[in-house]
């Protein structure tokens, strides 16, 4: 079973940036759609981000921010932060995006922005 494992979180001020990485355990079927997801504090995890396609989609409060990728020879996912807000600070997993294909949670990789 494949397993992520995500890093390259940190503390960023406001407006700042950041690369998120993914690295999955085994390889990744290139037709399964593969998503960044976050958990604000007291919130419930939400999808921000999955490839489709050779395209992606984005939830309203990230887009024009962040940007996913995949390097399918790396076997790593990536999401590009930009513009960094307060209320982006979340812990950051990535996983597939139909329940059918989910894998257990990683540890997930923190983001803080302070303003």
């Known amino acids: 079973q494949v397993q992520f494992v995500e890093s390259g979180g940190g503390l960023v001020q406001l407006g700042g940036s950041l690369r998120l990485s993914c690295k999955a355990s085994g390889g990744i079927n290139r037709y399964y759609l593969l998503g960044w997801y976050r958990q604000c504090p007291g919130k419930e995890r939400e999808l921000v981000a999955h490839d489709i396609g050779g395209s992606a989609n984005y939830a309203t409060s990230v887009k024009g921010r962040f940007t996913i990728s995949r390097d399918g020879a790396k076997n790593t996912v990536y999401l590009e932060m930009s513009s960094l807000k307060p209320e982006d600070t979340a812990i950051y997993y990535c996983?597939?995006?139909?329940?059918?294909?989910?894998?257990?949670w990683g540890q997930g990789t923190q983001v803080t922005v302070s303003s």
């Open positions: 996983n597939f995006v139909r329940e059918q294909h989910r894998v257990p």
